[in-house]
């Protein structure tokens, strides 16, 4: 079974960056496709992007597209979210999660269909 440890959360101001990380450990990583998500206080948990097995694909969600970057290091066992010129809608736990390359179509963020996930980190945007 594979289990994730998510790392990097903070406050920063706004307009500043941030570098989450995401360990995982019990399996190959290369084995899953790999998410990030958000859930900001009183909302729903918000899909961030996804990457493919091997890191050669991502796709990402209109609110952070061209601001925020998924890659992963197999070789490492972790998965990185970089995050910049944040606002403080960006505030919120941050989740990353892994289902099985075959057990999804490409690009489908739904959260049920996800199916281990780490602990999440905090991350707020404020000045």
């Known amino acids: 079974q594979l289990q994730l440890v998510e790392s990097g959360g903070d406050l920063v101001q706004p307009g500043g960056s941030l570098r989450l990380s995401c360990a995982t450990s019990?399996?190959?990583?290369?084995?899953?496709?790999l998410a990030w998500f958000r859930q900001a206080p009183g909302k729903e948990r918000e899909a961030l992007g996804c990457?493919?097995?091997?890191?050669?694909?991502?796709h990402y969600a209109e609110s952070v597209k061209g601001r925020f970057t998924i890659a992963r290091d197999n070789a490492k066992n972790t998965v990185y979210l970089q995050m910049n010129s944040l606002k403080p809608e960006d505030t919120g736990i941050y989740y990353c999660?892994?289902?099985?390359?075959?057990?999804?179509?490409?690009?489908?963020?739904?959260?049920?269909?996800?199916?281990?996930w780490g602990q999440g980190t905090q991350a707020a945007v404020s000045s």
């Open positions: 990457i493919s097995r091997y890191g050669d694909t991502t």
């Open positions: 999660a892994a289902a099985p390359y075959y057990a999804l179509g490409w690009a489908d963020m739904r959260p049920d269909t996800y199916m281990y």
């Open positions: 019990g399996y190959p990583m290369d084995y899953y496709i």
